[in-house]
Each structure stands twice: as C-alpha cells, then as structure tokens.
C-alpha cells in the first residue's frame, strides 16, 4: 500500500521541487511554470493554500516523485 500524499501548499511544493532541481521559469496569475534541465515538459503548479489531492498526484506524476520523497524533501 503506498503512504498517504501530505497536504501541501503551493508555495511549500515549490520549494521541494527547487530542491529537487527544478527551476522556476516564469508566472502568470496564480499559477507557476518549473523546468528541469535534461526533461521535455515543464510542470505548473497553482499557488493555492492547499493543493488538491489529484493535482498533487499529476504534479508528483509529472514530475516523477513519489509521495515518500516528497515528505523527504519538505523536511
């Protein structure tokens, strides 16, 4: 069974993904555009107080992280 997704801000997953090498590239409104040097596509993440559990899931997908890594990296 895979553990839980953390509920987790925008702002706070952002930073994770930083840590991660992901690199902000730009913003528009309330929503943030990250690439990652050597990856295809880029990832958007909303600047929401609390992300959604199936945004959160696309985003980590996306990004290929797990929910484990991800409590990792907010730490």
Do not use: F, Y
């Amino acid at each position: 069974m895979s553990p839980r997704q953390p509920v987790v801000s925008g702002e706070r997953l952002i930073k994770a993904l930083r840590k991660e090498g992901w690199e902000v590239v730009r913003q528009r409104g309330s929503h943030v555009r990250l690439k990652k040097t050597g990856r295809r596509h880029a990832l958007v993440v909303p600047l929401h107080r609390e992300l959604r559990r199936g945004t959160l899931a696309g985003i980590l997908r996306d990004a290929d992280l797990s929910a484990e890594r991800l409590r990792q990296l907010l730490r």
